[in-house]
């Protein structure tokens, strides 16, 4: 379905058309299922248009709702396809015939390749004796996921302590496991010379316990098309190889330039074979640590530093310096587009519990926060991009000149009696334990003007407008906005809460304005953006998935 929707666009005085295609909506069967579609994650998008995303239905006579991970080639308007669901068997190693219970976060993509990675949650995959003991044991509750050679495989595990699959091992450690791997994985494909030949490197952040102690840190594996040879002389086939996680950066390594160690790692982002992430040296306050550029070749992947707190802010008063930076990096192998913070001055939030999504973690929530939880913001925020090519920094839009906030709030993370790992239905998303967190979300695409070697560049962002009373916002209006590199276009309005949710799916049996918007760091490519788009409530609702094209009148 292919809609025309004219938005004002903010300081040109004309109107934008954007064109709105459905990828999926509240009318669409579950592949495999009888039920339809009733909410969704953010999805994720490569440059070729093929789009992936997280979604479920409702319960229906007790049971549990369809969960899964599904894609759809919206160049060639294909059907939906399954990457996995709660009836697909966990890829090996797998001997105890598990399945899933849950993809607990979004899922991401290859900049280029139809290359997806999940994380995946389930009951144990593999029983068996451990040295010294004659118990058998079970093992293997959580991993990340790819169909980076066709069948899915696994990509990363906590079975890293049983003496086979010593590769998914924590590295510099005597076989110490992961045990979750918090936020989301990212993908990059890179041939080898022969394109035949092709890697699959996961990347991704991983904590785990030594000595009692709790560590994290950011890694990768590269991924090959050969399978996992056991002790006994068998072979588990599909696989990704053996070859073993490499560390980028944990808390034992030292921030560049500083004699300091990282306090704090994020989830990264990769393409074309490099990655970037955040590191701090404390999360809550830095005062060391940036956003950092990494080659991911073994066995000591060499580290560039970007962005760092204290470094000057783009387009404020000499000496005015970063002293928060987002954790959430959209990178398209050029451009990084990030959230960062400066100054002393701060606004109070009053967060109150979540009355949707899990029941358990709601209780919880309300336990710990009966009168709602205090949040301070900065007031002095925004969204920016730097290109690694020029080594330049460029804002694209400020609180409060452009908008109020690029601050969201959410209660996520696990809680005991949710279920295995998790447990099942919209649980845990970040497999960590329950609490408040913040988020930003923006996405960063590359864009040719005058040639190919004249390159610029687009974010897209979700913003507020509105003003707080008493700890709130009252009457918010949260939108997707566009914002371009120096002299390529001014901010513009690509859509907003409060709309007929009728410009964007006609499909929609009743007119219901757009309540909630999603977009992720992998949600804008070659000049298209797909989010996924809530109208009315959830109960009573409709939702979807869409796809819209930057009109060419605006690149210039």
């Not at 479920?56 to 894609?71: D, Y």
């Not at 949650?121 to 996921?145: D, K, L, M």
């Not at 490197?201 to 560590?215: L, P, R, S």
């Not at 969201?408 to 295995?420: D, H, L």
Request: aromatic content about 10%; glycine content about 12%; proline content about 7%.
């Amino acid at each position: 379905m292919v809609l025309g929707m004219a938005m004002p666009m903010l300081g040109a005085g004309a109107d934008v058309v954007f064109n709105w295609q459905t990828v999926v909506n509240n009318g669409v069967v579950v592949p495999g299922d009888s039920r339809k579609f009733n909410s969704y994650n953010q999805p994720s998008m490569n440059m070729n248009r093929f789009v992936v995303f997280r979604a479920r239905s409702k319960g229906g006579l007790g049971g549990e709702p369809a969960h899964g991970i599904f894609t759809r080639d919206m160049n060639t308007l294909s059907p939906l396809s399954t990457v996995f669901d709660r009836n697909a068997l966990v890829p090996l190693p797998n001997n105890l015939s598990s399945t899933f219970t849950e993809p607990p976060s979004f899922p991401r993509i290859d900049v280029s390749y139809p290359v997806v990675v999940s994380r995946g949650n389930h009951q144990p995959v593999w029983e068996y004796i451990p040295a010294g003991e004659t118990e058998e044991t079970r093992a293997g509750t959580t991993g990340i996921y790819t169909n980076g050679f066709g069948s899915l495989i696994t990509a990363a595990s906590n079975l890293g302590s049983v003496p086979d699959f010593s590769f998914f091992a924590v590295p510099g450690t005597a076989g110490i496991k992961f045990d979750v791997f918090p936020g989301t994985p990212s993908v990059t494909i890179h041939p080898t010379g022969n394109a035949a030949m092709r890697v699959a490197t996961i990347v991704f952040k991983g904590n785990y316990t030594e000595n009692g102690v709790g560590k994290t840190g950011v890694y990768f594996r590269d991924l090959t098309d050969d399978p996992i040879e056991l002790s006994d002389g068998s072979v588990l086939s599909p696989a990704g190889g053996e070859d073993s996680v490499v560390v980028i950066a944990n808390t034992a390594t030292r921030i560049p330039g500083t004699k300091v160690t990282f306090g704090s790692t994020a989830p990264p982002s990769a393409a074309n074979g490099w990655a970037v992430f955040t590191g701090l040296d404390n999360e809550d306050f830095p005062t060391q640590g940036g956003i950092y550029l990494v080659h991911l070749i073994k066995p000591n992947p060499p580290m560039t530093v970007l962005v760092r707190i204290g470094d000057q802010v783009p387009g404020e008063a000499k000496g005015v310096g970063f002293n928060r930076l987002g954790e959430a990096l959209s990178f398209d192998g050029r451009f990084v587009a990030f959230w960062g913070a400066w100054g002393n001055e701060t606004k109070t939030l009053i967060l109150q519990c979540p009355t949707a999504g899990n029941k358990i973690r709601n209780a919880y929530c309300n336990a710990i926060h009966p009168s709602g939880a205090l949040a301070t913001v900065p007031l002095h925020q925004g969204i920016f991009v730097y290109d690694t090519v020029q080594r330049s920094l460029t804002a694209m839009a400020k609180a409060p000149n452009d908008y109020d906030d690029f601050v969201y709030w959410n209660f996520t993370g696990f809680v005991q009696g949710m279920g295995e790992s998790g447990g099942s239905g919209e649980t845990d998303d970040t497999g960590e334990p329950a609490r408040w967190r913040s988020a930003t979300f923006l996405a960063v695409s590359g864009v040719g003007v005058g040639g190919p070697k004249a390159v610029t560049h687009l974010a897209a962002f979700k913003a507020r407008k509105g003003a707080i009373s008493n700890g709130a916002y009252v009457n918010p209006v949260d939108g997707v906005y566009l914002g371009g590199g120096p002299g390529t276009f001014p901010l513009t309005t690509v859509i907003q809460t409060g709309m007929d949710g009728k410009l964007i799916d006609p499909a929609m049996p009743l007119s219901l304005p757009v309540t909630e918007l999603g977009l992720e760091r992998d949600g804008f490519r070659n000049n298209a953006i797909v989010i996924s788009v809530g109208m009315g409530v959830e109960e009573a609702g409709w939702a979807g998935i869409y796809l819209t094209t930057i009109p060419s009148a605006l690149i210039r």
